[in-house]
């Protein structure tokens, strides 16, 4: 084909381009494809009034009616060339022209970069067609537009063809009514449907969805085509796989087609987009809830310091997990028995399920058993989904509308002092961090009762005295009695801060390597040294695997004595007066199998002063090492660094440095004793 540069025929392409100059542009490229003339017009007045946002930008044409010196007549076709097109700026463009430019011939849309929003702008300004210059054969398809010399209103055809080429995802034409002119599926979803984009073409909304969500929408379609606008709407439509859920965007046209207005309906599938929000949703409830539960978690634990009784601890915490509103119900049961449980306080309004709780015998372990024997948190989330649950309680949860509950065991170290039961109203309220929550709540509460349990021993003016007499044992007190016919006796007991059990025992009848020999070989020690030897008895330090002065100590009880003669122990401790004997006769016998409580006895501790307590360790000392001790306090020799030594000590007191260091060492032994040897003297020392 050959070129014409300057014709002035009715053969004239205009182009409205934005030359960047750094590419071949379009119109160089159509006047070596065609021999129609082929003239440039500038669009930087058409983009300016875009920019600005005139309502009602200058024409674009000569004042004598010609578009870059074509006049109307001369007009072929139209093609609009803009490097960075937006939807406004080609909708503002066809309002510019005058109409006598683009009633009769053929206008191509031609963006640099093609997009979804102006393919379907476009189609809503009545283009006859849409070519993105980035196709590899752009120019043969805007000469066949231009050579087919179709009439300026649009057909069903170019609708589709834009529609079939240039629209991702799924798009259709729906007229006023809601009828299907066109349709288009995207290759990767026309499997889904059970209708094919030809068999949609003449059906209508109801036809597709359900009748309220057909009504939707009609109803957006009403919007569009009344306000001129692009709605956006969500929705849900049935496919092979189940629902999925769509995002639609509905762009008027400006033409009618048979006499009625209509839309071009963008469909994008959203489904997993939706879902990912839903599970961030999900996410941000859940960590939403899960603040509220620390939240209440911290609140129980500062409410726990300051409580005074166990049973203080326990209506504090039910009463403020009921109060969060989280949980419809909560309880606290202890175990009486091997099997036995009783119930000690509640809160909430799960009356029925509660009732039926303290009422029914059922012949398979439950949750609160579960949490008892191992120890371990037991939840379940969907109760009323549950096989586990005995009829009864079934039939009473679905009464208070009970959806989850968590059964958590009141633990300190080897000590389970009960379980705690918290029922909700919500599906999956307990997740696994809820859970290591409630864990920690258990284990809190384990603490508190056993630090208050201590106190009141600690401060109670009358205590009650259990004598237990054991009748053997697997520890190595009882069998170095058996063995070598000797005498142990406990010193002291405790925890340090690796949370290890120390023992330290007195051994009566039997020298210390002997004594050591033997602990070291007991499976029950797991470390031992000699710490006195002499005189037939020593003393050794046991670091031990079990031990059941712990498990007294736990259950709130003091070791006054523990001594083993014969293959026969006897165990004194001191609890408060409110104290559950057989708890801790039971915790006992857990240990030791054989155990026996053979006298109770109610005591009032003597009231000490403080200054009683001074002038009795003042009477325990001599002269020399109250003096040695009060030159050693004042001269600053325990102060760090030290203020004076060793030496300067004894230089005051003119002695040698060994002689003040004894003098010291005694002093200090005997005020220790004060406070740490109930018969005032220490291990090693005679009588």
């Known amino acids: 084909m050959t070129q014409k540069e300057n014709g002035s025929g009715a053969d004239t392409v205009v182009v409205v381009t934005a030359d960047s100059g750094t590419d071949r542009s379009l119109c160089e490229q159509l006047r070596e494809a065609t021999d129609l003339t082929v003239r440039a017009v500038e669009a930087a007045a058409v983009e300016m009034a875009a920019e600005e946002g005139s309502d009602h930008p200058e024409p674009a044409a000569d004042t004598d009616a010609t578009l870059g010196g074509v006049a109307p007549r001369e007009l072929t076709a139209l093609v609009l060339e803009l490097e960075h097109s937006r939807p406004d700026t080609i909708e503002q463009f066809f309002e510019s022209i005058d109409t006598e430019f683009v009633e009769d011939v053929p206008t191509v849309v031609a963006p640099w970069e093609g997009s979804e929003e102006l393919a379907a702008t476009a189609v809503r300004t009545a283009a006859d067609d849409y070519v993105p210059i980035q196709r590899d054969d752009a120019v043969d398809r805007i000469l066949e537009s231009i050579e087919s010399g179709t009439?300026?209103?649009?057909?069903?055809?170019?609708?589709?063809?834009?529609?079939?080429?240039?629209?991702?995802?799924?798009?259709?034409?729906?007229?006023?009514?809601?009828?299907?002119?066109?349709?288009?599926?995207?290759?990767?979803?026309?499997?889904?449907?059970?209708?094919?984009?030809?068999?949609?073409?003449?059906?209508?909304?109801?036809?597709?969805?359900?009748?309220?969500?057909?009504?939707?929408?009609?109803?957006?379609?009403?919007?569009?085509?009344?306000?001129?606008?692009?709605?956006?709407?969500?929705?849900?439509?049935?496919?092979?796989?189940?629902?999925?859920?769509?995002?639609?965007?509905?762009?008027?046209?400006?033409?009618?087609?048979?006499?009625?207005?209509?839309?071009?309906?963008?469909?994008?599938?959203?489904?997993?987009?939706?879902?990912?929000?839903q599970q961030l949703r999900s996410q941000r409830a859940e960590l939403e809830t899960l603040n509220r539960i620390n939240a209440v978690v911290r609140q129980v634990i500062e409410t726990l310091v300051e409580a005074s009784t166990r049973k203080t601890i326990e209506r504090a915490v039910c009463e403020?997990?009921?109060?969060?509103?989280?949980?419809?119900?909560?309880?606290?049961?202890?175990?009486?028995?091997?099997?036995?449980?009783?119930?000690?306080?509640?809160?909430?309004?799960?009356?029925?399920?509660?009732?039926?709780?303290?009422?029914?015998?059922?012949?398979?372990?439950?949750?609160?058993?579960?949490?008892?024997?191992?120890?371990?948190?037991?939840?379940?989330?969907?109760?009323?989904?549950?096989?586990?649950?005995?009829?009864?309680?079934?039939?009473?949860?679905?009464?208070?509308?009970?959806?989850?509950?968590?059964?958590?065991p009141i633990v300190y170290e080897d000590v389970t002092y009960g379980v705690l039961s918290v029922l909700a109203g919500r599906e999956d309220a307990f997740s696994d961090s809820e859970q290591a929550g409630f864990e920690l709540l258990g284990e809190t509460m384990g603490f508190a009762i056993m630090a208050v349990r201590n106190r009141q021993l600690l401060f109670s003016d009358s205590v009650v005295e259990l004598e237990f007499q054991i009748d053997g044992g697997d520890s190595f007190s009882f069998d170095l009695s058996n063995e070598y016919d000797c005498t142990t006796s406990l010193e002291w007991a405790g925890t340090g801060t690796d949370g290890r059990t120390y023992q330290f025992v007195t051994v009566e009848g039997l020298d210390g390597e002997t004594a050591l020999a033997e602990a070291k070989r007991h499976d029950s020690i797991e470390e031992c040294r000699l710490i006195y030897s002499g005189n037939g008895s020593c003393t050794l330090e046991f670091?031990?695997?079990?031990?059941?002065?712990?498990?007294?100590?736990?259950?709130?009880?003091?070791?006054?004595?523990?001594?083993?003669?014969?293959?026969?122990?006897?165990?004194?401790?001191?609890?408060?007066?409110?104290?559950?004997?057989?708890?801790?006769a039971e915790a006992l016998s857990i240990v030791y199998e054989n155990t026996e409580l053979v006298a109770r006895r109610e005591i009032d501790r003597p009231v000490?002063?403080?200054?009683?307590?001074?002038?009795?360790?003042?009477?325990?000392?001599?002269?020399?090492?109250?003096?040695?001790?009060?030159?050693?306090?004042?001269?600053?020799?325990?102060?760090?660094?030290?203020?004076?030594?060793?030496?300067?000590?004894?230089?005051?007191?003119?002695?040698s440095p060994p002689t003040m260091h004894q003098h010291l060492r005694k002093a200090l032994k005997t005020v220790l004793g004060e406070f740490f040897e109930e018969r005032g003297r220490s291990p090693g020392e005679s009588e």
């Open 320 to 408: 403020q997990l009921v109060d969060s509103e989280l949980y419809c119900c909560s309880w606290i049961v202890e175990r009486t028995g091997e099997d036995d449980f009783t119930y000690r306080i509640g809160a909430g309004e799960a009356d029925t399920y509660l009732e039926r709780v303290r009422e029914i015998d059922v012949d398979r372990e439950r949750p609160v058993e579960r949490a008892a024997r191992t120890g371990e948190v037991q939840a379940t989330n969907h109760v009323l989904e549950s096989n586990d649950l005995p009829e009864p309680l079934a039939e009473a949860a679905h009464e208070d509308e009970i959806r989850a509950g968590i059964s958590v």
């Open 608 to 655: 000490r002063t403080a200054a009683e307590r001074r002038d009795r360790i003042l009477d325990e000392l001599t002269q020399r090492q109250l003096t040695t001790l009060r030159l050693a306090y004042y001269g600053g020799f325990f102060d760090w660094p030290r203020e004076s030594t060793g030496e300067d000590i004894a230089e005051m007191m003119e002695v």
């Open 543 to 584: 670091r031990l695997t079990e031990s059941g002065v712990r498990t007294l100590a736990n259950h709130g009880a003091t070791i006054r004595d523990v001594t083993v003669t014969d293959g026969v122990g006897t165990c004194l401790v001191e609890v408060p007066r409110n104290a559950d004997v057989r708890e801790i």
């Open 151 to 277: 009439d300026r209103a649009p057909s069903n055809a170019e609708y589709h063809r834009i529609i079939a080429d240039e629209l991702p995802d799924e798009a259709f034409v729906i007229d006023e009514d809601g009828v299907y002119l066109e349709a288009k599926m995207s290759p990767d979803s026309v499997s889904l449907y059970t209708v094919s984009a030809e068999e949609l073409v003449g059906s209508r909304l109801t036809d597709a969805f359900p009748a309220e969500v057909a009504d939707r929408l009609q109803r957006c379609i009403g919007r569009a085509i009344e306000t001129d606008e692009v709605q956006t709407i969500e929705y849900s439509g049935s496919t092979v796989e189940g629902s999925r859920r769509f995002e639609g965007r509905v762009v008027p046209i400006d033409e009618r087609i048979d006499g009625k207005r209509a839309v071009v309906w963008l469909a994008r599938d959203i489904t997993e987009r939706a879902r990912r929000e």
